[in-house]
Every structure is written in C-alpha cells, then in structure tokens.
C-alpha cells in the first residue's frame, strides 16, 4: 500500500499543479517581505538566492533576472514581482 494516493490526496496535488502560477507569486511576495525583515547578511542572502530559483522557474529572461539579483534592489525585485502576479 506504500505509495498509493487516495483520491483526496490527488485532488489536492492536482489542484496545486494548477495553481503553480499563483503559489508562486504568493511566494516571491512572501519573499520581498521577508528580505525587507532579515537582520543578517547571511540570512538576505539566502532569501535572494530563493528568490532567484523563484524567478528563474516563472521564465525570466536571464539577463533580467541576474541584473535585479546582481543589483539587490529591493524595489526593482517587488516592481518585477508585482509585474508578474
């Protein structure tokens, strides 16, 4: 029986498949708050690299994404995330 879904369990992976835009966008705007809110170096730096792999996985343009990442432009991330929900 290991590995065997029920149908609930399907329903909900399959609703949240559909919903990967949006879980997505949720997420980056989670993520611009969260950077705002760091207190150390370390931990900023972490949020940004995520927000990259975010980014990257809603089909950025590459040279875009590294110029806003490079920048560490808080504003220009929400502008860019604000852009795509």
Known sequence: MAGERTRYQEAIIRRSYRNLDT???QRLEQLVGDIFLATT???RASLWAKAGELLAATGMPSDELKQVL???DLEALAAVVNARS
């Open 23 to 25: 879980l997505r966008a």
């Open 41 to 43: 170096e370390k931990r």
């Open 70 to 72: 490079d920048a560490r």
